[in-house]
């Protein structure tokens, strides 16, 4: 719901073009993307299978952005797969990283060599129905991060975590997907945000919330918030990503705040080293 301002006027056309035309200026890392590889397994998830959307479907769609690094994001239709990560990040090269789901009990030396292999980050998708008590999400948040450095991130409506704030807030870090989805959500977002928590600036499409607006009071609380990324390929969004929300994150923070978002926020936050 973009309901401030005109950032999306305009043919879908033109707002390529544009975009397009400054990728040359322009690096992002894309901190939340899938990767759909019929070839690993692929789970149901309340009904919902996604179609095959490869590496190689990925990379033709985003290379025209800017897109030269990011994270692979697992969905809930890849529930606990771990080879179809472990296939792909030798081929993306140190540039990627992976973020995975892995169950409350996996095994230590399993997280290390996930982490060996460019997985920086587990993902705890309730949104999609994983069922967790915040305890346990604490308890496997720290541990992983204890064993491999990894921080947590969270797919779910912001407005629940609202009783959870201060247990989630000493967590060694903490990302939320999708800008918290609901605008009941941005209060409890922002008070995580004061905390150290991350924020995707992500899914504009699948949101029920003022997205510049929202973006703004992220930013203006902690300008090393936001991380952007596309969402591509945006399974089940009710609008799929655009080029265009490349730039109206532009619009909305400037360009100093943007570059954070698009490069400096992501790469710290998957401690990632580009090479050239």
Same mark, same amino acid.
């Given at each position: =719901?973009?309901? @401030?301002?005109?950032?999306?006027?305009?043919?879908?056309?033109?707002? +390529?073009?544009? /975009?397009?035309?400054?990728?040359?200026?322009?690096?992002?890392?894309?901190?939340?993307?899938?990767?759909?590889?019929?070839?690993?397994?692929?789970?149901?998830?309340?009904?919902?299978?996604?179609?095959?959307?490869? +590496?190689?479907?990925?990379?033709?769609?985003?290379?025209?952005?800017?897109?030269?690094?990011?994270?692979?994001?697992?969905?809930?239709?890849?529930?606990?797969?771990?080879?179809?990560? =472990?296939?792909?990040?030798?081929?993306?090269?140190?540039?990627?990283?992976?973020?995975?789901?892995?169950?409350?009990?996996?095994?230590?030396?399993?997280?290390?060599?996930?982490?060996?292999?460019?997985?920086? &980050?587990?993902?705890?998708?309730?949104?999609?129905? @994983?069922?967790?008590?915040?305890?346990?999400?604490?308890?496997?948040?720290?541990?992983?991060?204890?064993?491999?450095?990894?921080?947590?991130? =969270?797919?779910?409506?912001?407005?629940?975590?609202?009783?959870?704030?201060?247990?989630?807030?000493? #967590?060694?870090?903490?990302?939320?997907?999708?800008?918290?989805?609901?605008?009941?959500?941005?209060?409890?977002?922002?008070?995580?945000?004061?905390?150290?928590?991350?924020?995707?600036? /992500?899914?504009?499409?699948?949101?029920? #919330? %003022?997205?510049?607006?929202?973006?703004?009071?992220? &930013?203006?609380?902690?300008?090393?918030?936001?991380?952007?990324?596309?969402?591509?390929?945006?399974? @089940?969004?009710? @609008?799929?990503?655009?080029?265009?929300?490349?730039?109206?994150?532009?619009?909305?923070?400037?360009?100093?705040?943007?570059?954070?978002?698009?490069? %400096?926020?992501?790469?710290?936050?998957?401690?990632?080293?580009?090479?050239?």
């Amino acid at each position: =719901m973009l309901n @401030r301002r005109h950032f999306l006027s305009g043919s879908a056309a033109l707002a +390529l073009s544009a /975009t397009t035309g400054h990728a040359q200026q322009r690096k992002i890392f894309d901190s939340h993307c899938h990767v759909i590889d019929h070839r690993f397994p692929i789970v149901a998830n309340q009904g919902y299978t996604p179609p095959n959307f490869p +590496l190689e479907d990925y990379l033709a769609q985003t290379k025209p952005l800017g897109v030269v690094a990011g994270a692979v994001v697992s969905g809930s239709f890849q529930a606990n797969d771990q080879t179809y990560l =472990m296939e792909l990040l030798p081929r993306l090269g140190p540039n990627w990283a992976g973020v995975t789901q892995i169950p409350n009990d996996y095994p230590d030396a399993e997280i290390a060599k996930l982490g060996k292999l460019g997985v920086r &980050a587990v993902r705890f998708n309730v949104f999609r129905g @994983r069922i967790d008590s915040v305890d346990d999400i604490v308890a496997l948040a720290t541990r992983v991060h204890q064993v491999a450095g990894w921080h947590s991130e =969270m797919y779910c409506d912001a407005a629940a975590l609202a009783p959870h704030v201060g247990k989630l807030s000493k #967590l060694p870090q903490l990302s939320i997907d999708h800008l918290g989805m609901t605008q009941a959500g941005v209060p409890v977002l922002l008070d995580l945000v004061a905390a150290g928590c991350k924020v995707k600036a /992500t899914g504009f499409g699948r949101v029920k #919330l %003022d997205v510049p607006k929202t973006l703004e009071q992220i &930013a203006a609380k902690n300008p090393n918030a936001l991380v952007f990324g596309t969402d591509i390929p945006s399974t @089940r969004a009710e @609008r799929p990503f655009a080029p265009s929300d490349i730039e109206l994150v532009e619009k909305v923070l400037g360009p100093a705040l943007a570059q954070k978002a698009f490069w %400096d926020n992501p790469l710290s936050l998957y401690k990632v080293k580009p090479t050239a």
